[in-house]
């Protein structure tokens, strides 16, 4: 699958579904890097979701800092409409979180947008009104502020059905269970289920005996 460059993941605020997968269903048993680990996994993920047929598929790059690795599997049905399977995880892991959820280019591009502006304004006014402080702390201050700011416009946006609605909630709840369906076909979980039917056999033989 080809990894696009520069591309992220924002999800919408409702509709959300979320799985975490155990990588002991590929055969991993031990801890292994986050990259790997999300390739992994969206990787078996796109031939159910391939084969589905709900919209274009592609794969957004992954993206890594100290703490975790993140990516999104996307279909893109318009500028306005779709919805995509994130995957988070620690740097070092044994599972991954997947979530599934309404998205949209045009969401991403104003979250994106918006994060930026909201930065850029926040520093701005930090090194306009503190001219006594540090130039590391103004900034860092700057930032902050950025941030919180952003936060309170991209809160709402991410609700907007405007921006991800109508087809983009059909879309991710048809995601939603196919990844619910691929997840419960983990050769462990299917064991385990042969198990239960058979001591649930058994012990139903044995009232018949008795």
């Excluded at 993941?9 to 990259?35: E, M, W």
């Excluded at 500028?79 to 994130?86: C, D, H, L, Q, R």
């Excluded at 070092?92 to 994060?115: D, G, H």
């Amino acid at each position: 699958m080809k990894k696009l460059p520069g591309t992220s993941y924002v999800i919408a605020a409702d509709g959300k579904a979320t799985f975490t997968i155990d990588l002991a269903r590929f055969g991993i048993t031990h801890p292994i890097g986050s990259v790997d680990a999300i390739s992994i996994v969206l990787q078996s993920l796109e031939v159910p979701v391939r084969r589905a047929d709900l919209g274009p598929l592609r794969l957004g790059k992954i993206i890594s800092n100290s703490h975790q690795s993140e990516a999104g599997l996307f279909i893109d049905l318009s500028y306005t409409e779709g919805a995509v399977i994130s995957a988070v995880c620690p740097r070092i892991t044994n599972e991954v979180k997947l979530t599934v959820a309404r998205s949209s280019p045009a969401l991403r591009a104003l979250v994106w947008t918006a994060l930026a502006v909201c930065c850029v304004g926040g520093v701005a006014l930090a090194f306009a009104i503190f001219t006594t402080w540090d130039p590391q702390l103004r900034l860092a201050v700057g930032l902050l502020l950025g941030v919180f700011v952003a936060i309170g416009i991209i809160v709402p946006l991410s609700k907007s059905t405007t921006l991800a609605g109508g087809r983009s909630a059909e879309v991710a709840e048809k995601l939603s269970t196919l990844v619910a369906e691929w997840e419960a076909r983990a050769p462990g979980r299917q064991k385990r289920s042969a198990k239960r039917k058979k001591k649930t056999r058994k012990k139903t033989r044995q009232g018949e005996d008795a």
